[in-house]
């Protein structure tokens, strides 16, 4: 199993510290603010409390935080993320889920790598899942997907055998610049949400056939 570090305490954070620590993950959970960090691992029994600022003590942290501080977190870590997997979740979209705030032809992902010391390898994942989705079991009994993107071939099968301990299915989508496409995935699904169904009970999935 692994070990995490889960920076920020909102749905994100604690949907996927609940899977983790189910999986036989341990869990460290870190926020800015102390007594909410501890309000969070007291919800989620085996979690551990970080400093915010202090080095992480996962292998893989996971960045589950507003894209708008995401870069600047990695930035603030600086060299205590040398030799750790960043697994960035994030969909950098605007306030008016129209487009996206990163710069043409760059994604999330990338810019939180530029903002990453050397030695510390960025993976996208988790951004097209829902967080009260990712809280289910499964979905009509299929497990949910988690797509990734990555330079990084080891620091890929890391976060695969992460995601398989938490019951889902990971997908390798390929290099770091496919995290491009799949933050378009995380803005359909916000229209998807807001115009088709008018809810965010789904997630997409990919079905292979025989």
Do not use: C, W
Not at 8 to 37: F, H, Q, T, W, Y
Not at 145 to 152: C, N, R, Y
Request: cysteine-free.
């Amino acid at each position: 199993m692994s070990s995490i570090s889960i920076v920020g305490l909102g749905n994100m954070a604690s949907a996927l510290a609940g899977r983790a620590l189910a999986g036989g993950n341990a869990v460290e959970i870190i926020g800015r603010d102390p007594a909410k960090a501890k309000e969070a691992a007291a919800a989620l029994p085996g979690a551990t409390i970080g400093t915010a600022g202090a080095a992480p003590t996962g292998d893989i942290v996971i960045l589950a935080v507003p894209y708008a501080s995401a870069a600047a977190v990695v930035s603030e870590y600086g060299d205590a993320l040398h030799g750790k997997v960043i697994i960035d979740i994030t969909n950098p979209v605007n306030a008016d889920f129209t487009g996206f705030v990163t710069p043409d032809g760059s994604s999330g992902a990338q810019e939180i790598a530029k903002a990453a010391t050397a030695g510390a390898h960025v993976v996208k994942a988790f951004n097209t899942l829902f967080g009260h989705v990712l809280t289910a079991d499964s979905v009509k009994g299929r497990a949910l997907d988690v797509f990734l993107a990555g330079d990084d071939a080891r620091a890929k099968a890391r976060v695969s055998e992460f995601v398989e301990s938490l019951g889902l299915r990971p997908l390798d989508a390929g290099q770091l610049p496919m995290a491009r496409a799949l933050e378009n995935v995380g803005l359909m699904e916000l229209g998807l949400a807001a115009h088709a169904f008018k809810h965010a009970n789904f997630f997409l999935g990919v079905t292979v056939l025989s």
